[in-house]
């Protein structure tokens, strides 16, 4: 997180460190969002978002994080423990235009 808001402020400033595109996109690309929960063991498929309501939970047991773009998800009706993403504190949504788990 630090690091994105290091280059927003170094854009905002206008010092000229990051003045070319690929520069300052390489930099946003470098941030690392805060993604899932080691323990937690649903699957998050990374297809393409835009925004929060692009990415749809499925799988029996509502493991899958996806994309509404992409393919329907099946999966076996197992419950595990591990499933539960309100235990982990993580949502289904977009980040980066991928739908994944994140807190």
Do not use: H
Not at 6 to 29: F, K, R, T
Not at 67 to 87: I, L, P
């Amino acid at each position: 997180m630090w690091k994105f808001l290091l280059v927003i402020l170094l854009l905002i400033s206008g010092c000229g460190i990051l003045s070319e595109p690929n520069q300052v996109e390489q930099a946003i690309n470098d941030v690392e969002p805060i993604i899932q929960n080691k323990d937690f063991c649903g699957t998050s498929t990374f297809g393409f978002c835009q925004q929060e309501a692009d990415c749809i939970v499925a799988g029996c047991s509502g493991q899958i994080c996806g994309s509404r773009f992409e393919e329907k998800m099946s999966s076996d009706c197992q419950w595990k423990e591990c499933y539960d993403k309100t235990d982990y504190g993580l949502v289904c949504g977009c980040l980066k235009q991928k739908c994944q788990w994140y807190k």
